[in-house]
Structures are given as C-alpha cells and as structure tokens.
C-alpha cells in the first residue's frame, strides 16, 4: 500500500522515465557514482552517469529474466555458445530499447550536454574479430526483442580486438584496453563460479556402488568467474542475459610455496589463470593451432554447461531431460568440445550410462558452420589436444569408435568412407576434427547463407552431409534492424517512419516493403536523398577530422569495410581505382561521376598479404588525392579501426556496397545486408548472402559481375593463368605495372613485390580473371548515379526489399527448424 501510495505521488527515482526524472537520475549519479559535482565533471563522468541511469531502468527486466529462466522449466531455454560476442557501444541502443532517448536528450540539454557527444564517448567493448561476433550480438538482439529466453555464453577477454592505428601507411596493432575504466553494463557475479579443469592424467576407479568410472587429475585448475551483461529487448520488456566468463586463480597465492620463499612461482599460478582469458585471438578466419586457445575455448565451455546443469538441477528436473531445459548453439566450431564435455560430465561426474548421455547430448547441441575455406576449419593435433585434454580425448576415442562402427555397419561397400568420416585425420601428427565432432554430436548443422549451405553439403562437409542427410539446413544470417538502421541511421530511420509508422522497427520483413509504393514518389524521393546527405556530411566531417581527407558529399560514396582479406578482394578495389585514375589523367575531360572511395578493416597481424594491402590503399590515397590532375573527381579514404561504432557512421553513409569475394568463399557476409537497409546498393558477385539480397531486390536493382561458383571451380579444374588476363587488357596490365615499379611506393620498386607477384602467377582468388568484368559492372553503376532519380529508385527498393535480412527472421528460424521454441 505504501509503495503504491508513493508511486501515484512520486515516482520511483530509479526507474521514473520522464525528463525530469531522468534529468534528476543523472545528476544523482553523476555525484554518488563518479564523485563529481556537476561544474568539474568530464564528458566520461557524465557518460558514467547516463550509463547507470540507463542501467537502473534495466534492472528490472533484468532481474525477472533471469527468474523466468530459473524457475520456468517448461520453456526450454536456448543457450548460444559463442567465443565471440561483438556487442559494440551499448548506451544508444538500450535507450533506444526503452524508448527513453528523447527525453534523455532534452534531460541532458537542459544540464547544458549534448548526448551525442556523450555516447559518442563510449568505448566499445571489441569482444570479436568480425561478422560471426556481430552476428552473436545481432542474435542476441533478436532473441530478447521475440521474447525467447535465452543466454549468450562467451569469453570476457580482458583484451579485445587490437585498435588499428596506421602509420605511415601501415597497420599498427595497439592494445585494446576497453576495461580501463569500469563497464557500466557488466555485474561481476560472485555466486556463479565454477572450477574448470586442465591437463594432468587419468586412470580408473572404483565407485563406491562397485562401477568403475574414470577419474580425472588434472595438472592445474583455475576458477571461472561471470560477468552478466542485460540485453533488453526492444520495448523494453523483455531482458536475457549475455555471460561472460573470466578466468581467475583458485586461490591468488600459493602459500606454501611463498613461505619457502619462491615468490615468484607462487605467483605464478595467478598468472597462468588469468592468461587464457586475457586476449582475443585476433585471426578470423586461418585458424590457428594455439594450445592456449584450446584453454580459452574449454574454460567457457566448461562453465557454461556447468552453469546450465546448475540452473537444470535447480528446477528439480531429472538429468535425462536436460535437453528439454536448453537447446544448446554452437557458433562455429569454437565451443565444440562442449559435445565432449557434457558427456564427460554426463558419464563421469553424474553416473549416467554412456547410450543415455548420447542421446541427451545429441538432442541438446545444433552447430553453425560459417566458412568455406577447407584450410579454417579448426583441427586439433592429437598430442596438444591430449595435454590440455587428456580425459576428452577419451571421450573423443569413444565417441568416435561407435560412430564409425556405424558407418561401415551402413556402407560396407565404400571402406575408405570411414576414413573421411572420422573425428580424427590420420594424417601425421593427427588431429581431432572438430566440424566432425560437432556434427556427430548435434541434430541439426546449418550454414549461414542459401549457397553456403548448399557448397557445405557439395564440398566441405560432403562425407557427413551424405551421412546424415537429415541434419543439414540452411538459415541464413540477417542483422538487427534497431542497431542497424534505428539507431545508426536517424535520418533515414525519420524519413521511413514519416511514411509507414515506427512499426517496422521490431517487424521489419512485414513493414519495411511497403515502402516498394513510394520508390517513385518525388516527395519521398527528395527527403531520402537529403537523408543520405545528411550521413554522407557525419562521414565527410569524420574523414576530415580523423584523416584529413577531404570529401565531396556530391560525390558518389563507394564503400568497402570487413576484415581484410585475399579472398574478399579489397586489392581488385584498389586496381579498380588505379585503372580510373589512369583514364582520368589521360584524359581529364572527361565525363566522370565524382567518387569517394572508402576503405576500412583490419588484418590479421600475423596476415602478410593482407597487411601489404593496406599499405597499397594507403599510398594510392596519398598519390590520388594529391594529384592536381584528378582535381578531386576521385578520392580514396582508409578509415583507421573499423568497428561497430565506425560502422555506425560508414554504413549510413555509402551509396555503393562492395561485395566483391570471389564466388563460393564468402559463407554469407552481413556487411552486405547492413547497407543494403541503410539504402547502399550493392555491387558484388554471386557470393553468400549477395545471392539472396540479389533475388530479392531484384537483378535491375544489384550490380552483378564476376564468375560463379561453377565457373570458379571449372577455370581452377582446367589450370588458371593469371597472365592470360593482362594480355587483352592494357588498362590491368598498366596497374599491375605501376605497383610492381614504384609509382604507389615513393619509388621503392621492391614495396608491393610480393602481393604483385602473388597476382601474376598465382591469384587463388582469381581477382585478374574478374578485373575487366568488375570495371564494366563499375561503368554501369557510374552512370546510373547519374541519374539521380533512378539511382534513389533503386535504393529505395533495395531499403524495401530486404526485410527477411532481419535477424528477427533468421532467429525465429532457428526457433522454429532448429531448437523447438515456441516464438511469435
Ligand atoms: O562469419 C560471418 C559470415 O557472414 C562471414 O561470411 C564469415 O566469414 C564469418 C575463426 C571466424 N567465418 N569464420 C569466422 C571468426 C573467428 C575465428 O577465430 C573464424 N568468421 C566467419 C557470420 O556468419
């Protein structure tokens, strides 16, 4: 009655939504959480203080997602395995989840402070390498938005992605230390800790019931911590949960070894502990076998289903139904010891017998492949596997035996099929498979895009996709239209929601396509090209500040930024934009629509060629935006440490998307689909996700060049002469040239060597054989910009047309086909 009688007088000051109340909240946490009056407060005190005044407003959804997870046993709950999570800045979008940016807005005017500036501030939190992260925090979006409970299971790195510096034209690696100062939207949670094992021996045993189990000595164990971070759902009433784990000492010091006096090995065991979750790998895709990545890996793994065994238990439910408590995600091959790991506890610790636990574990896991590339997929040589895991690879063993008992039970005529199909490669030193150790423990495999799925089961996972032909689906990725056009993109966001209503916002496939009658209206037409301005100034402003590169807002924004890579074809761009500088010197009269081409992304720091790329982009730009002769009809701009929250002002702002990999490499790409809903029309080839953007957009509406997966695997098949391709064409050939000789390196003729002669006699990545095909699907683009009317047609459509690249629709996918949850 009291609390009531409050409510209706005054509102709770914690969770009180109105300007005032918010204005209120700020200023009180501003003093009692930063220690700062308002007169000598700093912009990140401030951001401090709207960070906890957002986060109170959380906590109660927060709490009572947590309760419904643990007390509601008959809603099975999904659990996404994940070592990355790519969840960038984090205050926009949570107030934009609770719908209170107005009023905070107008609450931090009225205290003289400009929100931008202030989220503007955040650091983002670099827990990813690129798409399979973001996707994890796109996911994570959806689940929260749809209402299904779920946990995201990951890694709290203490370091995140590098930052990218560039200096003199080169890619320098500088530590990421996001955690410098506290992270508002993380609570250390003391309660859930749990031991995870490592190395050591096993031997049998006894159980006191007369069984023998095996026993497990490890050589070390270290304690996982977690981290919980909310994701609220748009709207606000929905909350899951994103946990983090860190690893930390069992216990900080070894006393006795200290009392001998040995203080330095004493600490060593700290040491060792915090090591594994320290940094991200910062590879994306060649895979790397590190044995301390195989500790990352289990460590997370271990406690997450640790944790989900605990909650289970919790809710009084017997161990044989623990697949109906959690359907179990695994994001690519990473967590794939969880198959391994839940029998170990299913078998070892819980006394289950084996046929039972299999059954459990495979109902429990799905798996998610998301690369084509034969040389990414993870393998683990047997001897480091069995140091780190002596009792897993037992497990593996077993596991393993059964199942190709199996195999040639059901193909005695193929003998060599068990070979392919084995979890372990007997080629020398050996290795556990783990994309077969996932899909032999999980019911259901999928791949990320329609094609991908389909060159899975052709190619990579061929053997297995024969084998069990039941398993293999395809769902194709999608991305979160609240962060990726709502938040990110206002003025377009505005434009749209003038015309159809905000509800698109959280049913994009259903609402966004009616905006298909307005793509010729020269009202809408005219507010859409000045929203486009609008984000083409933000870049401009951000080019100008940051590089010193001056755009043309007028000019035609033409954008590549992902991860760097042979096989995502960034050094066909930049021969593109050599060969449009020769023509342009040659003949500077010309008819030449003016273009701003952008780059940006980061390289593996270990990644040779991809780092000589950059360099090569780098130095285009210096001789391109130097020379009179071009008179700024063409600037080139490398955007240094591509992230969510540069991406937030990049993707706004591009006319033109390329997506140019080479065709059956890219698994989906979502950088596509992010500005393709930002109103970007793709130039690309026949490439993951391109191919389904390109159906649904229709193919007057897309760019489409280069050879298809067919043609690809044919011109390999028949031996592939890069040289061939210089011979008809002088402008490529003039290029190539110009880099071999020094003209994009200040004169040093050996700079770009390697990449040059990479091109010239090997080009895996076929980027000779798809250059003249690319300049003419170039030509083509360059004209239709021209012709304003048509080109704001096209993005309108491409805008209208790409609603089922909501990661609303690929979830409630994974709800239906995949992990049996009941969704809307
Ligand atoms: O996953 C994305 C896809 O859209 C991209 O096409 C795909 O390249 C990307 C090892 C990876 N595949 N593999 C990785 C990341 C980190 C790592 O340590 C591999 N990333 C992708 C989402 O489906």
Redesign the pocket.
Known sequence: MAAKRRTAASPDPRTDCSREGLRKAVLDNLFYATGHAQENAARGDWYTAVAYTVRDRMLKAWVQGIERIAADGDVRCVAYLSA?FLIGPQLGANMLALGITEPMREALASLGQDLDAIVFHEPEPGLG????GR?AACFMDSLATLGVPAIGYGIRYEFGMFRQAIEDGAQVELADKWLRRPFPWELPRGGQQYEVRLGGKTHMETAPDGTLRVQWTPAKTVTACAHDIPVVGHGGTHCNLLRLWRAEAVEAFDFSTFNAGEYFSSVHDKIFSETITKVL?P???P?QGKQLRLGQQYLFVSASLQDMLHIHHSLGKPLETFHTTFAIQLN?T?PAVAVAELMRLLVDVHGMDWDTAWSVTTQTFAYTN??LLPE?LEKWPLPLFAEVLPRHLEIVYEINRRFLESVTAAHPEDPDLARRLSLIDETSPRFVRMAHLATVGSKAVNG?AALHSELLKRDVLGDLAAFFPEKFTNVT?GVTPRRWLALCNPALAACISNRIGTRWQDHFEEEIIRLEEFADDPDFQAQWQAAKLTNKQRLTHLAKTILRVELDPAALFDVQVKRIHEYKRQHLNVLRVIALYNRLRRNPGMDFVPRAVIFGGKAAPAYYLAKQIILLVNRVAEVVNTDPAVAGRLRVAFVPNFNVRSGQVIYPAADLSQQISLAGK?????GNMKFGINGAVTIGTLD?ANVEMRACVGEENFFLFGLTTDEVQAVQRAGYSPAAHLEGNPELAEALDQIRSGVFSRGDAGCFRPLVDNLLHRDEYLVLADFASYMDCQDRAARTYADPAAWTRMSILNVARLGMFSSDRSIREYCRNIWNVPVE
Do not use: M, P, Q, R
Request: aromatic share 8%; glycine share 16%.
């Open positions: 990355e390498n690129g798409g399979l996707l790998y590879n994306d895709d895979y690519d990473h998301h690369t990414a990320v990725n890219e698994a989906s790409g979502t993951g």
